[in-house]
Each structure stands twice: as structure tokens, then as C-alpha cells.
């Protein structure tokens, strides 16, 4: 508690001159700590502190804070949620519970890195490339606030863009002002496997890869970035020269995992899996597991087309349509340790049929101002 103290400051302590309670005598008994009050806001949802920044100066200035800002990442990773991107083309429909971008432009395009400590990135600079002074940026859900990225330089025919964060250190590199891209060195040459593989663990970013030249001959590779030390490592291993697409990389009870589907997965008749789960990257240690999945499925799946989301805390793996095909929407769970499946409908997506989706995990609400 006294660490916390020793964060507030003056113009933080005049916000609750006035926040008293009173006795029916009018007897004052005494403030309210400034550290409880934040302690308080900190649980309420991100729409609320928008409008209590609204208040006067003062709160604006208090919720903006990194102390507060901190504390508000904290509360919201206790309870993530899901969060899909899609275009609703009837804006004005009042079936539509999702939050939207409103301040975005239309025509950008729905597929993201997967998200970092609540914020988002566009994909891929390749799907901007037809459109006028287009960029990159990376965007706030729960403020809808958004910035643009300074184009990469580079006579490379596709960006690829991932997002990482240490929850150790806090790095997290946004710079302000004029922003510029800066040239980090990598030892070894590679392109990633696809636009939607990447996973952040503990501060560091995974990838699936194959070294460069040609696809046939290549080893699949895993790429490892350790966002803090900004270094790159390499994991290459002969049991994985079938690892390609549709593989996933997943957190599986904090561990690097590799979920290899059959070759029917993208048609949804997927039988089995194999899990690769990473004991020692160091050392190249691995466990090897096969899942195969109960008869319930085919009954539950129906053909759909589908992707692997990732796994909760619970051993459950998550997957998701790719498009909306029907309304109500469903994904699936499968837990691994129970051997048994569920399916959960998902509410309030709206007209949004015949859509593409994209579905991520463990997303949490930032407060912080992207502008």
C-alpha cells in the first residue's frame, strides 16, 4: 500500500477534496484514500472511464495515468473475454452488441495481429496496397482510438505485422511524435508459414516459418523473438518437417504448444491431433501427445469450416467458424483432459452472415489513449 502512495501526486489528491462522507449530525468523517477511489474505477468497465474523464480536468488527467492505466490492465486480465472482428455492414442495427471501431475507416481491412494487452494491429500491408495513402496502425477497442504507422521501406513484396508484449518488463514500444521504423538484425533468413500463426508467451513472440528458399526443400522452423532483449532464436527440429498450415501454436498451461491437425481439418472432418508440447526450448525437449476426438463431433461440427482459436486455462481447445454461415454462431470447445465437448452460442453478432470472422482469446479491456 504505501508503494501505491508514493504515486499519487498533488494534482491527483485535489480530485477528492470534495469526496467526503457525512453524518447525519453533518459531522465530516474523512476522505476516501485516492488509492481505494482508483482502486474502485479500476474495476468498472472502459465505456465508464470515458465518461468519468469527462468530469472535469482533474479526472481526466488522474485516469490517464500510467498508475491507473496499470491497475486498470491488471483487474480487466482477471476476467478476458472473446473478441471477433468482422464487418457489420447495418450499423444501425440494435441487434448488434458488439463493440465497434466507429472512428476507423470503413474500408480497412478486419484481419489483426492477434491482439497485445488489449490493443490491435492490422495484418498485413499487401491488403492496403490498393488503397490511397493507406497504412498500418494499431488501434484501441475499448477507446476506439486509433494511430497510423509510418509505412515500412522495404522492396519486399509483403509486410507481415505481429504484436507482442512482456507483462514483466511492461515493454510495450509505441512510440510518440514522429515515428519511425528501426532495423533489427536476424541471423537467419525465413518467411512465415501464414498471415494467422503467432503467439505471445511470456514476454516472448513464437511464429511458425520455413527458411528462405524454396517451400519444398525448406525445414519448417519456429521463430522465436524475445520482445525484451529484441533477439531473434530459431527452433529447428526434424520432427516437425510436417508442420505446416493448418498447425497452430497455442499456450498450453503457459508452454509453447504445436496443434497438428489431419489433413481434413479445414473441411471440418478432422478425426485427431497431434500436440507437440515444448518442455525446453533450449535443449529441444518436447512431449508428444495424440488427441483424437470423440464421434460427438462430427455431429457438432456439420462440415463447418473452421480454425483453431488456442486453448484456455483449462485444457479446453477452442476452435470457430471462419465465415458465419448461419445464424445462431457457434464455436466449440474440446478439453483434452475430460475428453468431452461442448458448444457455446455466441449473441448479438447481428447481420453479419456470410461474413468472414475472426476469433481471438484472453482479450482484456485497455483504457489507455491511442491518438
Known sequence: MKKQKQCVSKEETRIISSTTSTKASGENSGQIPIDIILEILSRV????????????????????????????????SLS???LFTFHAEDRKSSRVAVHRLSHIPIDYPIRVCVPACGLLCTKDEWDLSGKKDARMMICNPSTGGFKLLPKVKTKRRRVLTYLGYDTVEKVLTLGTGNMNWRMIECSVSHCPQSKDN????GGVLYYLAVGSGSWET?????????????????????AFKDINYPSSLINYKGKLGILH?????????????????????????WRKNIIILPSLWWSLVAGTRFHIVGTTGDSEIMFSPSVVSSIPFYIFCYNMETKSMRRVEIQGLGPVKDQK????LNHIENVKLVT
Open 45 to 76: 468497465p472502459a465505456k465508464s472511464i470515458a465518461r468519468f474523464r469527462c468530469a472535469s480536468k482533474d479526472w481526466g488527467v488522474t485516469l490517464c495515468r500510467p498508475y491507473f492505466t496499470d491497475q486498470f490492465i491488471k483487474m480487466s
Open 80 to 82: 478476458p473475454c472473446l
Open 198 to 201: 503467432e503467439i505471445c508467451i
Open 218 to 238: 525448406s525445414m519448417p522452423m519456429i521463430v522465436c523473438f524475445d520482445i525484451r532483449s529484441e533477439k531473434f532464436k530459431f527452433i529447428v527440429d526434424e
Open 261 to 285: 491437425p489431419n489433413s481434413d481439418f479445414l473441411a471440418g472432418r478432422s478425426s485427431g491431433f497431434v500436440l507437440w508440447v515444448i518442455d525446453d526450448i533450449e535443449n529441444h525437449t
Open 357 to 360: 470472422i475472426y476469433t481471438f
